[in-house]
Structure formats: structure tokens, C-alpha cells
């Protein structure tokens, strides 16, 4: 079993940044996908950004050029830098890892005031 234990969101205005953070321990196949996703009142959950172990990502078209993902396969920990912050991407926000099984986060609140 895998838990995926995340941090770093919070309020920040409009144009501010925040960084997410998401550990994971248990049996991991080294072979995976990290993500995240974010689901805002109703709202579907939908893909932000995520990145395989090998390093190639993959973003949403709505945070291209504004949030970075990263990962330490060492700690196996990934990360979402978060800039230029908009009111739309308040959300709940939920770390993802894929490896022969799919695991979720317990999801972590941002939101963006105007």
C-alpha cells in the first residue's frame, strides 16, 4: 500500500505563489508516474500537471507557464511550484501516483483571493 502524505497550500492573492509538496512511502515500483490534480467546487477533478520517473512532464493548458512540477525519486517526492497564482485555480488540490496501481493523496485546500 502507498500513502501519499502532501503539503504547502494555503491563501495567497492574486499574482503570489505557493509550493506543493507530496511524500510518498510504501512498496513503490521505481517505474511510475507522479501527478497532481485539483478539483474545484463542482467541478470535475481534473489533471494540473505530472511526471514519470524518467522526468518527461506533462501540464494542463491553463498552467502551462505558470506552475513547474519536480520530483526527488530518491525521497520519492514530487512537487508543484505554483506562480502567478490566479482566483481560478482555488481548488483542492490532490498528489497522484501511478505505478501498477493508482494511489491518492488526502488532498490539500489552495486558494487565490482576488
Known amino acids: 500500500q502507498v500513502q501519499l502524505v502532501e503539503s504547502g497550500g494555503g491563501l495567497v492573492e492574486a499574482g503570489g505563489s505557493l509550493r506543493l509538496s507530496c511524500a510518498a512511502s510504501?512498496?513503490?515500483?521505481?517505474?511510475?508516474?507522479m501527478g497532481w490534480f485539483r478539483q474545484a467546487p463542482g467541478k470535475q477533478r481534473e489533471l494540473v500537471a505530472s511526471?514519470?520517473?524518467?522526468?518527461?512532464?506533462n501540464y494542463a493548458d491553463s498552467v502551462k507557464g505558470r506552475f513547474t512540477i519536480s520530483r526527488d525519486n530518491a525521497k520519492n517526492t514530487v512537487y508543484l511550484q505554483m506562480n502567478s497564482l490566479k482566483p481560478e485555480d482555488t481548488a483542492v488540490y490532490y498528489c497522484?501516483?501511478?505505478?501498477?496501481?493508482?494511489?491518492w493523496g488526502q488532498g490539500t485546500h489552495v486558494t487565490v483571493s482576488s
Open positions: 497522484n501516483l501511478k505505478d501498477f496501481r493508482t494511489s
Open positions: 510504501g512498496i513503490i515500483f521505481k517505474i511510475n508516474t
Open positions: 511526471i514519470t520517473s524518467g522526468g518527461s512532464t
